[in-house]
Structure formats: structure tokens, C-alpha cells
């Protein structure tokens, strides 16, 4: 069990450097902009989250292992770059890889803290969104999670999902995974079948930008 | 006395979550991202206070009455937005009210933690403008408190109001509305009557955006 | 020992507080306006450090000296302004200033909560650069850290050297003034000799803005 938390903990870290690394280069930051753009995107969410329980030294400070396997991820991810530019979809995937798992693991340190499931979701949608915010603030882009697309919505239906299955019979470690592929499929689903929000406009103008 | 405060509590949350969904509407946001800013707005200003502070779990994580006060807002502020639209200067007041409750609510936590009337006052204002600050520049709009009206000016003279009106025999609770009223007072007066603070360029050439 | 620490301390939060009163009157903000971008810029990084280690209150909010050595220096740069404008280096000196007493102030307090050198290193770099993130996004700029300067290079560099001297017989004292030095000394070299990084990208294209 223990081991589960540890391995979504550190390919949550991976995907979500990656992102950072994508991002940064697309705006060709030099390689310390590259490092930093990884580090704020990987570790932002996390940070916030531990603020705002009052988890301190936040996790990071204690935990050096989180900086070396994101600067291991911006050495491999450079060095390959010409591999992951082929891969057009590689910045959606793995931005969504890295939410999907940090929404359940900021969920988990909101229930360990003893919070209500409420509240959990959104620590869990803090965890799994402000670092992506950063990374596209930092970097002049419009956040993800402002755009089109159900991002948030995925987080916080897919973290509500775990504390159904923890009412059923399933195994802790089986709803917590499934509450990670849960988040992670229905953004999938909702960027592949163009599912969008109700409108909440009377007059249906045209979208300013 | 304990009523008091919590009435002036609820009052700034909703008027701040109501400000909140009239930027975000007006940018024309999805349902969630309505909901998102109005939340960042209502609860960004004392969420720094409380981190600044080391009050953890922050308020709200702990009250998740905030969080269904601010949702039931959101609700009614979309079900009835085309009589808020008909308010045209209703963003101007549902902000100066908010300012006008969250600069004594901080201050009244700053005094519970020990701390000096002119740090008190700082965190008054950070109270009352951070959140507004965060919805913003989320909606990329240029931050209000920036703007060319009195506003942190007002925040921070009504603070100085209250403790110089604490010195006096008048009741703590009576100082603390005064203040409330103070703040408001003040940033209604300065935009009715176009008060500007005092120019500090010995040059006066034209402004830059 | 202790009293280097304390003129370190406040020759710092002067160089940034001055460096905040230059972009925002660049920018021609208002006396409150660059009192308060003056504050951001002076008290950011120390901030963002403290709750990231879990000093709380943080430490400007228990020390109101900070504040008034800030509000002393904005007032005196605001009446010496037309000298200040003739210095043509000045925001790049006094911000270079900021940035070497900032390094070494919060790698001292990582090395005090018992972290590892390459988390206080960490927490140096924060503490030096963010108030001056905060400064340059508050007034719409490019934050320096992102442009073409070796700058959080610098930080990294110079804070590595103080931990390497630690291991010499150099008394620590010397070490902490030797690291503020590095730090200093690294950025106006990378300046004066445009010394920059070295090209991370396989198809050398024209720079994106």
C-alpha cells in the first residue's frame, strides 16, 4: 500500500517536470529557465497544498529525492528532445498523467489531515492544477486550466468517485487507483468526444477573448 | 460581540464571491471557472493572511461552511444575472463592501495573534485586496487596487481609525463596525469625489500604461 | 557574528526596497503604489521562504523594523529621485545588492532548520529572486530572472561556494561575507563579460518573444 503512494508520488513528479520541460522549451527558455519552469510546475501544486494544511518544512525542503528525480527528468527529457517534438499530443498527455495522480495524492494528505471530503477535492484540484498555473503564467501562456477544456471538472469528479468507492467493499489502494484513472480518462474522454459545460449565458453572444 | 463578527464574516464572503462571478462572467467563464474565481476571490485574501500568520489548516480547509456560502452565492448571482447586469456600478459596490469587512476581519486576527496595530493593518489590507488581486489577474484584467482610486489608502486609514477609536470609551464592537464602515466610507467618498493622492513627480509628464 | 547577520539583513531589504521604488515610478504608480511594490519587493522572497520552512508569524509581521526601514528608504528615493535617475545602473545595482545579501540570508535559515545543502540553496535562490518576480509582474515587466542575465545561476553558484569554504578553516563569518561576495561579483561578471549559458536547443532558430 505504502509503495503505491510512493510510486503515483513520483510518476506524478515525472509527467508533470516533463510538462514543465515542454513548455519552456517551446518558449526556448536557456537551460536554468528550463530547470526552473520543471521544478514550479512539479512542485508548485504540492507546495501550495502543503501551506495551506501546514504541513511544514513543506515536503520538498525534507525530501530532497523530489528535486533529483526532476532534474533527472529536465537532463533526459533535453537530451531527447527530438523525440518528444514528434510526439504532437506528448504535452496534453503527460499534463493529464500528472493530474490524475496529484489529485489523489493531495486528496490522501487532506484526509490524513483529518479534513472533510469537500475539502479534500479541493486540496486534490490545488495538488493537481496550481503548478500547471504557474508553469503557464511564468511562461506568458493563458492557463490550461482556463481554456476549453473539462480540467478541474475531471479533478474534482474524479476525486468525488474515490470517496463513493471507499463505501464499497473495494480495497483502499484499488479505489485510490481508481480514482487516478478516473480523473485521467475523463479528461481523455472529454477532450476526444468535445464534451464542454452547460452554458450559463441568457444571450448567447459570441465569446470575447 | 462573537455574533458580530461572524455576521461581518458571511457579509464580505458573499460580496466578494458575488464579484468575483461579475468579472468572470463578464469574460464570459464556464460554469467551473466562474465558480473557481469566485472561490480565489473570497478566499485568497485570508488565505495568505492565515499562512502569513501560521493559522493551519487554514480557515477555510477546517469551515467548509465558506465554501457552501460562496457556492450558494455563485448559484444566486448566476440564476439572477441579468438583474446584476442592470447594477452597472455593482462590481464597484459588492468590491468596497468586501474591503470594507475583510480589512477588520484580518486586523481582528493579526490582534488575537499579538502582533503590532501597524502590522495588524498590513494584514487588514492583505486581506481585503489579495483576493481581488487573484481574480484579476486570473481574468488578466489589470488589478483594481492598482487602478487610480483610493482603495489601499482606505483600508489602511480605516485600520488606523479603529485603533485610535479603541483608545476611546466606545465599545470594541462599535470600534470594529466604525472601522468597517470607515474603510467603505472612504473609498465611496474618494471615487464620488474624485480624491486623488498627492503627486509625487517633479516632472509631470504624461502617464504610461 | 550576529551583527553581520542583522547589517546584511537590512543593507538587503534597503537595495530592494530601492530597486522596487525605481520600476514602480519607471511606471509612474502612485505614492502608494510604490510603497507597496517597495514592501512586495523588500519582504516577497523572505516571505515565501519562512512558510515554506514553517516560520510563522513570518518574520516581517514580529519585526516591524523591516517595515519602517522600508518605508524610510521609499521615502528618501522618492525625494532624491532626480539623483536616483541620473544613475543609469542603478536598478541593475541595486537589485544585484539585493540579490547577493538575500542568497546568503536564506540559505542561513535552511542551514538553521537542520536542511540539506542543496535545499538551502534552494531556499537562498527563492529568497533572493522572488520578491523581485513580484515587483516585475505586479508592474507588467518581464521578470528579470527570465531574461538573458546569468541570475539564478549566479544565486546557485555563490551559495555552492559558501558550503565548499565552510569545509576550509576560513572562519564562518568570512564564508557568509565570501558567499554574499560570489553572488555579486558572479552577476556583474556574467553582465560586464556577456558570459551566458549554453545552448540547450538542436536547431539554433530565431529566439521566440
Given at each position: 500500500?505504502?509503495?503505491?503512494?510512493?510510486?503515483?508520488?513520483?510518476?506524478?513528479?515525472?509527467?508533470?517536470?516533463?510538462?514543465?520541460?515542454?513548455?519552456?522549451?517551446?518558449?526556448?527558455?536557456?537551460?536554468?529557465?528550463?530547470?526552473?519552469?520543471?521544478?514550479?510546475?512539479?512542485?508548485?501544486?504540492?507546495?501550495?497544498?502543503?501551506?495551506?494544511?501546514?504541513?511544514?518544512?513543506?515536503?520538498?525542503?525534507?525530501?530532497?529525492?523530489?528535486?533529483?528525480?526532476?532534474?533527472?527528468?529536465?537532463?533526459?527529457?533535453?537530451?531527447?528532445?527530438?523525440?518528444?517534438?514528434?510526439?504532437?499530443t506528448?504535452?496534453f498527455l503527460?499534463d493529464t498523467i500528472?493530474i490524475g495522480?496529484?489529485t489523489?495524492?493531495?486528496?490522501?494528505?487532506?484526509?490524513?489531515?483529518?479534513?472533510?471530503?469537500?475539502?479534500?477535492?479541493?486540496?486534490?484540484t490545488?495538488?493537481a492544477s496550481?503548478?500547471?498555473?504557474?508553469?503557464?503564467?511564468?511562461?506568458?501562456?493563458?492557463?490550461v486550466i482556463f481554456r476549453r477544456e473539462v480540467y478541474a471538472t475531471a479533478c474534482i469528479l474524479g476525486g468525488a468517485g474515490?470517496?463513493?468507492?471507499?463505501?464499497?467493499?473495494?480495497?483502499?489502494?484499488?479505489?485510490?487507483?481508481?480514482g487516478?484513472a478516473l480523473v485521467i480518462g475523463m479528461r481523455l474522454a472529454a477532450v476526444r468526444y468535445h464534451i464542454a459545460l452547460p452554458n450559463i449565458y441568457?444571450?448567447a453572444?459570441?465569446l470575447?477573448?
Amino acid at each position: 500500500m505504502e509503495n503505491i503512494y510512493l510510486i503515483v508520488d513520483i510518476l506524478g513528479t515525472i509527467a508533470f517536470a516533463v510538462s514543465g520541460v515542454l513548455v519552456a522549451m517551446e518558449k526556448r527558455l536557456d537551460i536554468f529557465g528550463v530547470g526552473i519552469i520543471a521544478l514550479v510546475t512539479a512542485l508548485g501544486g504540492g507546495t501550495l497544498r502543503d501551506m495551506l494544511i501546514g504541513i511544514t518544512p513543506v515536503t520538498w525542503t525534507t525530501t530532497p529525492m523530489y528535486m533529483y528525480i526532476i532534474l533527472g527528468a529536465v537532463i533526459i527529457a533535453v537530451l531527447f528532445q527530438s523525440r518528444l517534438k514528434y510526439l504532437r499530443t506528448s504535452l496534453f498527455l503527460f499534463d493529464t498523467i500528472g493530474i490524475g495522480f496529484y489529485t489523489m495524492i493531495g486528496i490522501n494528505k487532506g484526509v490524513e489531515a483529518g479534513l472533510e471530503p469537500l475539502i479534500c477535492i479541493a486540496l486534490g484540484t490545488i495538488t493537481a492544477s496550481f503548478g500547471g498555473v504557474l508553469r503557464d503564467i511564468l511562461c506568458n501562456e493563458i492557463p490550461v486550466i482556463f481554456r476549453r477544456e473539462v480540467y478541474a471538472t475531471a479533478c474534482i469528479l474524479g476525486g468525488a468517485g474515490y470517496f463513493l468507492l471507499l463505501k464499497t467493499p473495494l480495497p483502499e489502494a484499488y479505489a485510490y487507483l481508481m480514482g487516478v484513472a478516473l480523473v485521467i480518462g475523463m479528461r481523455l474522454a472529454a477532450v476526444r468526444y468535445h464534451i464542454a459545460l452547460p452554458n450559463i449565458y441568457k444571450n448567447a453572444g459570441p465569446l470575447k477573448d
